[in-house]
Protein backbone atom coordinates (compact mmCIF):
# COMPACT_ATOMS: atom_id res chain seq x y z
CA UNK A 1 0.00 0.00 0.00
CA UNK A 2 2.81 2.54 0.73
CA UNK A 3 4.89 1.61 -2.69
CA UNK A 4 1.18 2.74 -4.56
CA UNK A 5 0.63 5.74 -2.66
CA UNK A 6 4.29 6.71 -2.93
CA UNK A 7 4.16 5.55 -7.23
CA UNK A 8 0.05 7.54 -6.95
CA UNK A 9 2.29 11.02 -5.27
CA UNK A 10 5.00 11.16 -7.91
CA UNK A 11 2.52 10.56 -10.59
CA UNK A 12 -0.06 13.35 -9.22
CA UNK A 13 2.99 15.62 -8.54
CA UNK A 14 4.07 15.03 -12.57
CA UNK A 15 0.11 15.66 -13.59
CA UNK A 16 -0.45 19.07 -11.50
CA UNK A 17 3.44 20.35 -12.49
CA UNK A 18 3.06 19.66 -16.01
CA UNK A 19 -0.52 20.94 -15.94
CA UNK A 20 0.37 24.34 -14.71
CA UNK A 21 3.47 24.53 -16.87
CA UNK A 22 1.45 23.38 -20.04
CA UNK A 23 -1.59 26.09 -18.73
CA UNK A 24 1.02 29.25 -17.71
CA UNK A 25 2.34 28.42 -21.44
CA UNK A 26 -1.04 27.57 -23.29
CA UNK A 27 -2.17 31.45 -22.25
CA UNK A 28 0.60 33.41 -22.37
CA UNK A 29 0.68 31.90 -26.24
CA UNK A 30 -3.65 32.80 -26.05
CA UNK A 31 -2.63 36.08 -24.59
CA UNK A 32 0.56 37.46 -27.51
CA UNK A 33 -1.43 35.56 -30.66
CA UNK A 34 -4.68 37.65 -29.19
CA UNK A 35 -3.00 40.49 -28.82
CA UNK A 36 0.03 40.68 -31.08
CA UNK A 37 -1.57 38.74 -34.09
CA UNK A 38 -4.76 39.94 -33.77
CA UNK A 39 -5.77 35.65 -33.75
CA UNK A 40 -8.19 33.66 -31.12
CA UNK A 41 -7.90 29.71 -30.65
CA UNK A 42 -11.19 29.36 -29.14
CA UNK A 43 -9.91 25.25 -28.23
CA UNK A 44 -7.84 27.29 -25.96
CA UNK A 45 -10.62 28.15 -23.57
CA UNK A 46 -12.47 25.09 -23.11
CA UNK A 47 -9.29 23.08 -23.44
CA UNK A 48 -7.63 24.52 -20.07
CA UNK A 49 -11.23 24.57 -18.43
CA UNK A 50 -10.72 20.96 -18.53
CA UNK A 51 -7.19 21.20 -17.70
CA UNK A 52 -7.90 23.24 -14.58
CA UNK A 53 -10.70 20.14 -13.19
CA UNK A 54 -7.67 17.60 -13.67
CA UNK A 55 -5.25 19.57 -12.11
CA UNK A 56 -7.69 20.45 -8.92
CA UNK A 57 -8.44 16.51 -8.67
CA UNK A 58 -4.61 16.02 -8.60
CA UNK A 59 -3.95 18.66 -6.10
CA UNK A 60 -6.66 17.70 -3.79
CA UNK A 61 -4.82 14.63 -3.46
CA UNK A 62 -1.71 16.34 -2.70
CA UNK A 63 -3.49 18.26 -0.09
CA UNK A 64 -4.71 14.96 1.54
CA UNK A 65 -0.87 13.69 1.24
CA UNK A 66 0.47 16.71 2.90
CA UNK A 67 -2.34 18.03 5.53
CA UNK A 68 -3.58 20.67 3.55
CA UNK A 69 -6.98 20.60 3.48
CA UNK A 70 -8.96 22.68 5.81
CA UNK A 71 -9.85 20.86 9.14
CA UNK A 72 -11.25 21.95 12.15
CA UNK A 73 -8.70 21.14 15.39
CA UNK A 74 -10.18 22.63 18.49
CA UNK A 75 -11.86 19.14 19.73
CA UNK A 76 -8.61 17.35 18.91
CA UNK A 77 -6.43 19.43 20.19
CA UNK A 78 -7.53 19.67 23.55
CA UNK A 79 -8.25 15.86 23.53
CA UNK A 80 -6.09 12.81 24.78
CA UNK A 81 -3.71 11.87 22.47
CA UNK A 82 -5.48 8.85 21.53
CA UNK A 83 -9.07 10.10 21.58
CA UNK A 84 -7.54 13.01 19.32
CA UNK A 85 -6.45 10.16 16.93
CA UNK A 86 -9.74 8.40 17.27
CA UNK A 87 -11.67 11.03 16.38
CA UNK A 88 -9.30 12.12 13.53
CA UNK A 89 -9.07 8.15 12.14
CA UNK A 90 -13.35 9.12 12.50
CA UNK A 91 -13.31 12.20 10.22
CA UNK A 92 -10.47 10.14 7.65
CA UNK A 93 -12.92 7.05 7.43
CA UNK A 94 -15.95 10.01 6.86
CA UNK A 95 -13.73 11.39 4.20
CA UNK A 96 -12.65 8.63 2.64
CA UNK A 97 -16.68 7.22 2.23
CA UNK A 98 -17.35 10.54 0.82
CA UNK A 99 -14.62 10.54 -2.07
CA UNK A 100 -15.74 7.32 -2.46
CA UNK A 101 -19.33 8.38 -3.05
CA UNK A 102 -17.85 10.98 -5.31
CA UNK A 103 -15.42 8.90 -7.76
CA UNK A 104 -18.86 6.02 -8.23
CA UNK A 105 -20.88 8.92 -9.70
CA UNK A 106 -18.03 10.23 -11.61
CA UNK A 107 -17.59 6.91 -13.00
CA UNK A 108 -20.90 6.50 -13.45
CA UNK A 109 -21.17 9.63 -15.43
CA UNK A 110 -17.96 8.70 -17.21
CA UNK A 111 -19.69 5.85 -18.28
CA UNK A 112 -22.88 7.42 -19.64
CA UNK A 113 -20.87 10.09 -21.74
CA UNK A 114 -18.49 7.00 -23.53
CA UNK A 115 -21.74 5.29 -23.95
CA UNK A 116 -23.44 8.23 -25.67
CA UNK A 117 -20.33 9.21 -27.42
CA UNK A 118 -20.87 12.77 -26.89
CA UNK A 119 -18.06 15.52 -27.26
CA UNK A 120 -16.36 18.93 -26.16
CA UNK A 121 -18.12 21.65 -28.59
CA UNK A 122 -14.55 22.81 -29.65
CA UNK A 123 -11.50 20.62 -28.96
CA UNK A 124 -14.04 17.38 -30.12
CA UNK A 125 -12.33 15.49 -27.50
CA UNK A 126 -15.14 12.41 -26.23
CA UNK A 127 -16.48 14.38 -23.22
CA UNK A 128 -15.94 10.82 -21.17
CA UNK A 129 -12.05 12.13 -20.92
CA UNK A 130 -13.05 14.72 -19.64
CA UNK A 131 -14.90 13.56 -16.56
CA UNK A 132 -12.37 10.53 -16.17
CA UNK A 133 -10.50 12.60 -13.65
CA UNK A 134 -13.09 12.73 -10.99
CA UNK A 135 -13.29 9.08 -10.94
CA UNK A 136 -9.53 8.05 -11.44
CA UNK A 137 -8.80 11.17 -8.52
CA UNK A 138 -11.70 10.75 -6.34
CA UNK A 139 -10.74 7.00 -5.48
CA UNK A 140 -6.82 8.07 -5.26
CA UNK A 141 -8.12 10.78 -2.36
CA UNK A 142 -10.28 8.00 -0.89
CA UNK A 143 -7.09 6.17 -0.48
CA UNK A 144 -5.19 8.11 1.07
CA UNK A 145 -7.86 9.54 3.47
CA UNK A 146 -8.33 5.83 3.99
CA UNK A 147 -4.42 5.41 4.75
CA UNK A 148 -4.55 8.25 7.13
CA UNK A 149 -7.71 6.62 8.86
CA UNK A 150 -5.76 3.40 9.09
CA UNK A 151 -2.55 5.28 10.40
CA UNK A 152 -4.93 7.52 13.09
CA UNK A 153 -6.52 4.20 13.78
CA UNK A 154 -2.97 2.48 15.10
CA UNK A 155 -2.32 5.29 17.46
CA UNK A 156 -5.89 5.40 19.03
CA UNK A 157 -5.26 1.58 19.88
CA UNK A 158 -2.04 2.10 21.36
CA UNK A 159 -0.49 -0.02 18.51
CA UNK A 160 1.67 3.20 17.13
CA UNK A 161 3.28 5.82 18.50
CA UNK A 162 2.59 8.18 16.23
CA UNK A 163 6.07 9.49 16.32
CA UNK A 164 7.45 8.80 12.41
CA UNK A 165 5.69 9.09 8.91
Known sequence: MKNFLRILGHFEELAVGGLLLLLAVGTTVQVCTRYFLGLTFDWFEE???YLVVFATFAGAGMAVKY??????????QYAPPRLAAAMRMLAGLISAAV?????W?????TRLLARYGMTTASLGLPMWVAYLPIPVFGAGIA????????KQGRIALGL??????
Do not use: K
Open 67 to 76: GAHFSMEAAT
Open 160 to 165: DSGERD
Open 105 to 109: YGWEQ
Open 143 to 150: LRFAAQAW
Open 47 to 49: GSR
Open 99 to 103: MLVVA
